[in-house]
Nanobody, 119 residues
């Protein structure tokens, strides 16, 4: 099946930048959509950014103008470039991928990576 590996999280000061990566591996699958979510204790998991197979991109209003999602189809990898980070961006960030193996379309989640924005 599809396996996802996330990387790039860490501790950064307000105003700093981080780049998250989500790499999908396996065989016999095709990806239709790649998403980034985040979750903070006491809050619901929220969609941060989404990129469809056709290239259409959507962002949450709270990150628009600061975050950029991109996709390298040849490497089956999604990226989230985060600039001008704020303390309220602190969360566990999860990659979500919709992939098909034959006729079966299923969501796959990464393990999560911690992003902490603090001085």
């Amino acid at each position: 099946q599809v396996q996802l590996v996330e990387s790039g999280g860490g501790l950064v000061q307000p105003g700093g930048s981080l780049r998250l990566s989500c790499a999908a591996s396996g065989s016999g699958f095709s990806i239709s959509e790649m998403d980034w979510y985040r979750q903070t204790p006491g809050k619901e998991r929220e969609l941060v950014a989404r990129i469809a197979s056709g290239g259409r991109i959507n962002y949450a209003d709270s990150v628009k103008g600061r975050f950029t999602i991109s996709r390298d189809s040849a490497k089956n990898t999604a990226y989230l470039q985060m600039n001008s980070l704020k303390p309220e961006d602190t969360a566990v960030y999860y990659c979500n991928v919709f992939a098909s193996i034959g006729p079966s379309l299923r969501p796959y989640w990464g393990q999560g990576t911690q992003v902490t924005v603090s001085s």
